[in-house]
């Protein structure tokens, strides 16, 4: 089983719908969770990360955190073209200190 | 703020070759990493350093590939030789304290081995 898993997509929504980008991982004791986003040839750029359970919202993204149910997800609102990009999934596990990648999922936004 | 540099931005070289990546991480940042990333794949840790030490090695293949940060602030990560697998992208971030402080990329070396 994978550390964090991710579905790979791509996910394909209308340019203004809400995109939701989900993530699962393996390790119950984890405690940091970030969201990147990275653009095709370019580095991850930080968009969000969460630590405690429940909903942190910042512009048009929202990281939701459910640390029972092992599950972290992304929505992005008002969904843009220029949003299209690999989101990658980051955990920290507990105790180990190293931060574990997804294999990310694709989003395209069609207009 | 300056951000991550990493140079070489490209490098292509033969089998068998050596070759090395030059990281300089944002400034005041203690923990840098380096990582790779294969197309399709999310970034996998090779080592991370706290100041001058390295705290995580494990997945550096120690018989061709090496690291140091000899003052704490740059580094270098160097492959010899290098073979056709190790072709990928190659990822130095920052980050000002542990791994669970948020991290910050560079551009990253892509780097081609035929």
């Known amino acids: 089983q994978k550390e964090v898993e991710q579905n790979s997509g791509p996910l394909s929504v209308p340019e203004g719908a809400i995109a939701s980008l989900n993530c699962t991982y393996s390790?119950?004791?984890?405690?940091?969770f970030f969201w990147y986003r990275q653009y095709s040839g370019k580095s991850p750029e930080l968009i969000m990360f969460?630590?405690?359970?429940g909903d942190k919202e910042d512009g048009r993204f929202t990281a939701q955190l459910n640390k029972a149910s092992q599950y972290v997800s992304l929505l992005i609102r008002d969904s843009q073209p220029s949003d299209s990009a690999t989101y990658l999934c980051?955990?920290?596990?507990?105790?180990?200190?190293?931060?574990?990648f997804g294999t990310g999922t694709r989003l395209q936004v069609f207009p | 703020e300056a951000g991550v540099v990493q140079s070489p931005r490209y490098k292509i070289i033969e089998k068998k070759q050596p070759v090395a990546f030059w990281c300089n991480p944002i400034?005041?940042?203690?923990?840098l990493y380096w990582y790779l990333q294969n197309l399709g794949q999310g970034p996998e840790l090779l080592i991370r350093?706290?100041?001058?030490?390295?705290?995580?090695d494990s997945q550096l293949p120690k018989d061709r590939f090496s690291a140091e940060r000899l003052k704490g602030v740059d580094s270098t990560l160097k492959i010899q030789p290098a073979e056709l697998g190790d072709s990928a992208v190659y990822l130095c971030?920052?980050?000002?304290?542990?791994?669970?402080?948020?991290?910050?990329f560079g551009p990253g070396t892509r780097l081609t081995v035929l």
């Open positions: 350093y706290e100041n001058e030490e390295a705290v995580d």
């Open positions: 969460i630590y405690s359970n």
């Open positions: 980051a955990v920290t596990f507990y105790n180990t200190d190293k931060l574990i």
């Open positions: 400034s005041g940042h203690n923990t």
């Open positions: 971030a920052s980050s000002p304290r542990g791994a669970g402080d948020t991290q910050y």
């Open positions: 390790d119950r004791g984890s405690q940091s």
